[in-house]
């Protein structure tokens, strides 16, 4: 009989998990609800994950390969169990065997938590990365913190977001496993000193005053049709034991149970800000708490099978996904000298072969800069240390550019002005090999503004490495259908090579093919207006064109453009009742930082223009606007694929790639955007003429802030523009309270950072366009297609390959089959190394 934890035939299946139902959960079907039919559902499938996850973690120590560690404050996951089941090929037997059982797969599989361990863009790229990384079956660790509290639950109360606390552990966890044994200590605060050696060496001791434990978690991530299963690792942190004895048996029991919740209180939340750095110490605190105990996490691995850690670079490549870990560079220092005795030369030469940095932002209010005041009681060791790479950073620079000052302090770690702080982003640059922007444009920019300086010390570390997404989770589980097409069209290793999906380039001219392309779409419209309804209690029409803008709110994405030109379209329908016009439904959803007033505020003006549009009788359903409360992984896996148009709009040269663009796009979405990030590339793959592009230019961007930008002479020259900008201002969207949107068409009128106004009528014009294209249903579609079928080159497995290839340097494991043969297991299994 087959092994009921490996085993995969149908009964098997559907046998074990009665089993878990019954053994774990400890109910049968008269006492078991939903949660509990997912329980047993996820252990029936971890447990076909334990072995290929034992089996990859042994071929990896056993060979001694090299590791990539992508080291990432978020990882914004979305839910496992369908992710497992696809990559593990057990969809379809699985569907089949619940429903054998009685119950819908669709019903257990919304009943996991959502771990929102991100914010937006670059936690969801950290996934989608890893998910590429186990499918290219490469060695890799993903290294992050284990927040109690994820991004905050969305509500929309009397149209103003309220935050709830996300409570995603309550329930427990089935997808991690805790390593208490492998736990490391992290030292904060005190002081340091020096002292001599046995040898008479100078070196330094940290003496901290708090002791944090790091606890790891381990998650497996399963490659999709391979046996990989790499992990990922987070930390929670929990007070030292020894620590809080001392002060529990001096007594001071207030002072030990003080120190243990603060312990605790490093990992207990994520912080809610997406490209605005908050300049807390609890956030560095958490930015060197998982960072230090990854490191020694390595150090500890590399130990196990090497003699010393001369070698180290040849264990592990380290990618620091934004700023977020670069404390990180010191941290190695500080580990390899002041712990393991290497001199700083050689440890400098590690540090840098191991280290490459990805750079996220080109806007300066978003890159990080710690305050000196406030790193240096934190971590004082960390600080004389960055000091010291400075020093002699700046020494090489001075050699190269002699009497040069002014690009000394341009090129220095350390800023004077406003307030001495550390650049995290020159750390990084410093302590790297590689350095990357994350789409063409913005690699661009930073070679040319950003980080020119560095460019011209280094043009050999600048590499670009244009985002992607994983089309398993983007194309395969969020729209089934489309998926189902393609397979039956060209077979399945499109979901492994994307750029399969041209060889359907043909299909856009076949009228059956695309008249079942218009039938799958029109499902995945269908099935989001279910989820509106239930949701906003708003009733839309699944033959409008779905017109979406999903991403976190922030001026520089410009969802109150959009705004505008609903207002503008509204009024065209006041004007003239009868007039004929392409009915639409907006679609808006996305968080904004508890902080940011304006971003609060513009969530607010959508659902404002939504109720008075929604309700007007003379509108008749032409035209719906909905906001959908709790933009999450688990929800944009419904909006995607229902898209008609994806809004792309931001000034240009102020996002740096984004992949919510790339998600629409695979599934059809037409694009109206500006030559921003990936668009860019995005227009070039799927040929200018199936893109609605609009707008100034990041070069003509630049030039008119140059020249002195007036946005009052766009308001005053435009009559419909002044129009809509008044009706805002004057009350028209928020009668009992006329002034509640001043404070956004004050920003608009007085500064217009991100050029509104400038782009305006570009867009109105454009969306123009866009209503007279979808009219031809057959061009359309055509259209549609082809944006979908060229999107090959935005699957993550691209982007890992490059960084693989060029970055990292490393190569593909296999793991054979029979290393996780059910036969071999037992007590002797794992302890042997014999694979070749
Ligand atoms: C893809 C994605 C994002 C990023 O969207 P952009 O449009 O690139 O900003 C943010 N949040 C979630 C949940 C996503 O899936």
């Not at 244009?466 to 039956?488: D, H, Y």
């Not at 513009?602 to 409360?629: E, H, M």
């Not at 404070?743 to 867009?763: E, F, G, V």
Request: some cysteine; overall charge negative; hydrophobic content about 40%.
């Amino acid at each position: 009989m087959e092994d009921d934890r490996t085993g995969m035939s149908l009964e098997t299946l559907k046998r074990a998990f009665a089993d878990h139902l019954f053994y774990l959960q400890g109910k049968d079907a008269s006492s078991a609800d939903l949660a509990d039919y997912y329980s047993a559902l996820a252990y029936t499938v971890r447990d076909r994950l334990l072995h290929r996850w034992l089996a990859t973690q042994e071929v990896y120590a056993c060979k001694a390969v090299k590791r990539v560690c992508y080291l990432s404050a978020e990882f914004l996951m979305g839910r496992h169990l369908g992710n497992s089941l696809i990559n593990l090929n057990l969809f379809e037997k699985i569907d089949q065997a619940i429903r054998e059982s009685g119950l819908e797969l669709q019903d257990l599989l919304s009943e996991e938590e959502d771990p929102g361990l991100g914010n937006g863009g670059l936690g969801r790229l950290a996934a989608c990365f890893l998910d590429s990384l186990a499918t290219l079956e490469i060695p890799a660790i993903g290294y992050g913190i284990r927040y109690e509290f994820g991004i905050f639950y969305q509500q929309i109360r009397d149209g103003w977001q309220v935050e709830i606390p996300d409570q995603w552990l309550r329930l427990g966890n089935v997808w991690e496993l805790p390593r208490r044994e492998e736990a490391v200590e992290i030292k904060l605060g005190g002081y340091t000193e020096g002292y001599h050696d046995p040898k008479g060496n100078y070196r330094v001791s940290w003496v901290a005053d708090r002791i944090i434990l790091a606890v790891p978690y381990d998650t497996p991530v399963p490659g999709y049709d391979t046996n990989v299963v790499n992990i990922l690792r987070l930390w929670k942190a929990e007070a030292g034991d020894e620590f809080n004895f001392d002060a529990f048996n001096a007594g001071n029991y207030d002072r030990a149970v003080a120190d243990k919740m603060s312990s605790e209180n490093i990992s207990k939340v994520l912080y809610p800000n997406d490209n605005t750095p908050q300049g807390r110490t609890l956030r560095l605190e958490q930015q060197y708490f998982f960072v230090s105990a990854s490191l020694q996490d390595m150090i500890r691995k590399h130990l196990a099978l090497n003699p010393t850690l001369d070698n180290f670079q040849d264990s592990f490549a380290i990618q620091l996904n934004d700023t977020h870990p670069t404390v990180a560079i010191p941290e190695l220092m500080r580990l390899l000298v002041d712990e393991h005795a290497m001199d700083w030369d050689a440890a400098w030469s590690i540090t840098n072969r191991t280290f490459a940095y990805t750079n996220h932002t080109l806007m300066p209010e978003a890159l990080e800069r710690w305050p000196v005041r406030l790193l240096g009681p934190t971590l004082p060791r960390i600080l004389e240390i960055i000091y010291e790479i400075n020093h002699r950073f700046l020494e090489d620079v001075r050699s190269w550019y002699p009497g040069d000052e002014a690009r000394l302090s341009r090129l220095s770690i350390i800023e004077e002005e406003p307030e001495k702080s550390v650049r995290m982003a020159y750390l990084a640059c410093i302590g790297s090999h590689a350095i990357n922007g994350v789409a063409a444009l913005h690699t661009e920019l930073l070679k040319r503004d950003t980080l020119h300086d560095f460019y011209e010390l280094w043009p050999e570390k600048f590499f670009n490495k244009t985002n992607g997404v994983t089309p398993r989770r983007w194309i395969l589980l969020s729209n089934p259908q489309l998926a189902a097409l393609f397979t039956e069209k060209i077979g399945k290793k499109w979901l492994s090579n994307l750029d399969e999906l041209k060889q359907l380039e043909p299909c856009a001219e076949d009228p059956e093919f695309r008249s079942r392309w218009q039938a799958i779409k029109l499902h995945n419209k269908q099935v989001l207006a279910e989820k509106i309804y239930e949701r906003t209690g708003i009733e839309v029409d699944p033959h409008s064109l779905f017109d979406i803008q999903v991403k976190r709110i922030h001026e520089y994405k410009r969802q109150h453009l959009a705004v505008l030109h609903i207002i503008a379209l509204y009024n065209q329908i006041k004007a003239n009742p009868g007039i004929n016009i392409q009915p639409r439904t907006f679609i808006f959803a996305g968080k904004a930082a508890p902080g940011y007033y304006q971003a609060k505020l513009i969530i607010k003006l959508i659902n404002a223009v939504g109720t008075i549009v929604n309700r007007d009788p003379d509108v008749r359903g032409r035209l719906k606007v909905v906001f959908l409360p709790n933009f999450s992984v688990s929800l944009a896996q419904y909006i995607y694929p229902a898209a008609d148009l994806s809004e792309q709009i931001s000034t240009a040269g102020k996002e740096a790639s984004g992949t919510g663009n790339m998600k629409f796009s695979m599934s059809g979405a037409l694009t109206i955007g500006t030559l921003d990030g990936a668009n860019i590339e995005i227009r070039e793959e799927v040929h200018p003429e199936n893109f609605f592009l609009f707008g100034l230019t990041a070069e003509e961007v630049a030039a008119l802030k140059d020249k002195g930008y007036r946005p009052r002479d766009y308001y005053n020259s435009n009559a419909q523009l002044k129009e809509v900008i008044d009706q805002i201002a004057n009350g028209t969207f928020s009668p009992s309270e006329p002034d509640l949107f001043k404070p956004i068409t004050d920003s608009l009128l007085q500064q217009d950072d991100y050029m509104l106004l400038a782009d305006y009528q570009a867009y109105v014009e454009c969306q123009d366009e866009v209503s007279k294209a979808y009219r031809d249903q057959d061009n359309w579609t055509r259209m549609s297609i082809l944006n979908s079928v060229r999107t090959g080159k935005f699957s993550s497995d691209r982007t890992i390959a490059e960084y693989a290839k060029e970055i990292w340097k490393v190569d593909p494991v296999e793991v054979p089959l029979e290393v996780y043969d059910p036969a071999n297991a037992g007590l002797g299994w794992g302890k042997t190394c014999d694979i070749d």
